[in-house]
């Protein structure tokens, strides 16, 4: 016998009841962006690997899916090459096309490539998936979607107070209780200066983000392995592990980094947005957390992660500021702000605490049985009058017994069916059938395009 045939492990299929799930997430999304005056846009899957390379810090190039040349791939390359070359310099001799690891760097080069045609500040959302060479685990997968909002073109802060209230509204939306975390890049680059390491801030940055994921003797053996010193350790501790509430902690970051005009900036632009939240009613609870680093190069101002409450899981939403990204492709000086969604853990935390909506699961809400020719001509024109009044309904295409048709309707969940015979058609009528109670009543077209609304 045959193997079955299977899919990549972290890559998942999604039958039709899923995708109806999936579909009330994007859309759910897609509405809040819309409310906000963002415009879509949609980007290649493959991206050329010199946009997306250096982009991510070493470890995201790690992780970053590359497609091999077509043709002879190897042509080019020597037997030296295959003794001397680096990992990653040997993958760039062999592929010029990776597959996109996010989509802000793809939206980056976007923003470069049409400048001309774009009217800033340009805000713009996007539903695609990505790719990561990652190790698959429960939250994590190699290919997910995500939904970002950025906006491009100004440096005001309303920008991230608008994002983070589209964050609350799509999760009150959901029904998930979340924490919105924020911190500021320029805040942690203070911290490496007050610790005497300012050339240390990416490996910094990269250990303390991990602190939810390893624990903090995890995280200070990887700062040691980096190279930095006992006694900066030993000062970064009290700041790790700083609690209080939201002005407490900020008030304490104010005094340790007093004497870093970089530091204090991002106390201030961090101040600012969680004071203005606090007056526009957001629903979710917002935390200054110092450890959030968010591990990618690029951000360079406020950085948000949210976390479900009532599910153990990654973060479910990231983002932040950065002013330099669109540098890398000519343009300087054009700074930026986003968030992305991850679909795929809103999905998974809408599972475990069962949040959908019942009508979400259900498609076809009417199935017309079929008992002969003449029947069926009959349901047609009944069928395109309720479609064209929005009601979701199929005819079975094959005139087999009731008792298969009936089978059908029970296996898609389908609620009402609906029965013409001569009696039916003589009167202009359709016999409807609640498939849940048993009842069924004769109604007009009319009528029965009622019951269903």
């Given at each position: 016998m045959?193997?079955?045939?299977?899919?990549?492990?972290?890559?998942?299929?999604?039958?039709?009841?899923?995708?109806?799930?999936?579909?009330?997430?994007?859309?759910?999304?897609?509405?809040?962006?819309?409310?906000?005056?963002?415009?879509?846009?949609?980007?290649?899957?493959?991206?050329?690997?010199?946009?997306?390379?250096?982009?991510?810090?070493?470890?995201?190039?790690?992780?970053l899916?590359?497609?091999?040349?077509?043709g002879?791939?190897?042509?080019?390359?020597?037997?030296?090459?295959?003794?001397?070359?680096?990992?990653?310099?040997?993958?760039?001799?062999?592929?010029?096309?990776?597959?996109?690891?996010?989509?802000?760097?793809?939206?980056?080069?976007?923003?470069?490539?049409?400048?001309?045609?774009?009217?800033?500040?340009?805000?713009?959302?996007q539903?695609?998936?990505?790719?990561?060479?990652?190790?698959?685990?429960?939250?994590?997968?190699?290919?997910?979607?995500?939904?970002?909002?950025?906006?491009?073109?100004?440096?005001?802060?309303?920008?991230?107070?608008?994002?983070?209230?589209i964050?609350?509204?799509?999760?009150?939306?959901?029904?998930?209780?979340?924490?919105?975390?924020?911190?500021?890049?320029?805040?942690?680059?203070?911290?490496?200066?007050?610790?005497?390491?300012?050339?240390?801030?990416?490996?910094?940055?990269?250990?303390?983000?991990?602190?939810?994921?390893?624990?903090l003797?995890?995280?200070?053996?990887?700062?040691?392995?980096?190279?930095?010193?006992?006694?900066?350790?030993?000062?970064?501790?009290?700041?790790?592990?700083?609690?209080?509430?939201?002005?407490?902690?900020?008030?304490?970051?104010?005094?340790?980094?007093?004497?870093?005009?970089?530091?204090?900036?991002?106390?201030?632009?961090?101040?600012?947005?969680?004071?203005?939240?606090?007056?526009?009613?957001?629903?979710?609870?917002?935390?200054?957390?110092?450890?959030?680093?968010?591990?990618?190069?690029?951000?360079?101002?406020?950085?948000?992660?949210?976390?479900?409450?009532?599910?153990?899981?990654?973060?479910?939403t990231?983002?932040?500021?950065?002013?330099?990204?669109?540098?890398?492709?000519?343009?300087?000086?054009?700074?930026?702000?986003?968030?992305?969604?991850?679909?795929?853990?809103?999905?998974?935390?809408?599972?475990?605490?069962d949040?959908?909506?019942?009508?979400?699961?259900?498609?076809?809400?009417?199935?017309?049985?079929?008992?002969?020719?003449?029947?069926?001509?009959y349901?047609?024109?009944?069928?395109?009058?309720?479609?064209?009044?929005?009601?979701?309904c199929?005819?079975?295409?094959?005139?087999?017994?009731?008792?298969?048709?009936?089978q059908?309707?029970?296996?898609?969940?389908?609620?009402?069916?609906?029965?013409?015979?001569?009696?039916?058609?003589?009167?202009?009528?359709?016999?409807?059938?609640?498939?849940?109670?048993?009842?069924?009543?004769?109604l007009?077209?009319?009528?029965?395009?009622?019951?269903?609304?």
């Open positions: 045959a193997q079955k045939p299977s899919i990549p492990k972290g890559t998942r299929d999604f039958g039709p009841a899923e995708m109806a799930r999936r579909n009330y997430i994007f859309d759910t999304i897609r509405s809040v962006y819309a409310l906000y005056g963002f415009q879509q846009i949609e980007t290649p899957a493959m991206e050329n690997l010199s946009t997306l390379m250096g982009k991510y810090g070493e470890e995201g190039d790690k992780l899916f590359k497609i091999l040349n077509s002879d791939f190897m042509k080019d390359v020597t037997e030296e090459n295959l003794r001397q070359d680096s990992t990653n310099k040997l993958a760039t001799r062999l592929c010029e096309k990776g597959l996109r690891y996010d989509l802000t760097v793809p939206f980056a080069r976007y923003v470069v490539q049409h400048r001309e045609e774009l009217s800033l500040p340009f805000r713009r959302f539903i695609q998936p990505v790719w990561r060479a990652d190790r698959p685990q429960k939250g994590r997968y190699r290919e997910f979607y995500q939904c970002d909002a950025d906006v491009v073109g100004s440096d005001s802060l309303l920008n991230e107070v608008e994002l983070m209230q964050v609350d509204t799509v999760f009150q939306k959901f029904g998930i209780r979340v924490c919105i975390k924020i911190n500021n890049r320029k805040i942690l680059t203070g911290i490496a200066e007050m610790i005497g390491q300012a050339d240390k801030i990416v490996d910094i940055t990269v250990a303390i983000d991990k602190l939810d994921k390893i624990g003797e995890n995280v200070n053996a990887e700062l040691r392995e980096s190279g930095l010193p006992e006694e900066a350790i030993t000062k970064l501790q009290p700041i790790i592990q700083l609690r209080g509430s939201n002005e407490e902690k900020l008030a304490t970051m104010r005094k340790a980094l007093a004497e870093s005009e970089t530091g204090l900036k991002g106390i201030e632009e961090v101040e600012f947005v969680l004071n203005t939240l606090s007056t526009l009613n957001i629903q979710s609870e917002v935390e200054f957390d110092l450890t959030l680093a968010r591990g990618l190069n690029y951000y360079t101002g406020c950085i948000f992660e949210v976390k479900a409450l009532d599910v153990e899981i990654g973060s479910i990231g983002g932040g500021r950065y002013d330099n990204l669109t540098g890398i492709f000519g343009m300087p000086g054009l700074s930026g702000v986003g968030i992305s969604f991850g679909a795929d853990r809103i999905y998974d935390v809408l599972n475990q605490l949040l959908y909506p019942k009508e979400v699961s259900t498609a076809t809400q009417l199935l017309f049985i079929n008992f002969g020719e003449k029947e069926a001509a349901c047609l024109s009944v069928l395109s009058k309720l479609r064209q009044s929005g009601v979701r199929e005819i079975y295409p094959d005139a087999s017994k009731m008792k298969k048709q009936m059908y309707a029970n296996a898609k969940q389908i609620p009402f069916v609906a029965l013409v015979g001569e009696n039916e058609m003589q009167e202009g009528k359709v016999t409807l059938k609640n498939m849940e109670t048993g009842e069924q009543q004769m007009s077209p009319d009528e029965l395009l009622a019951a269903l609304a």
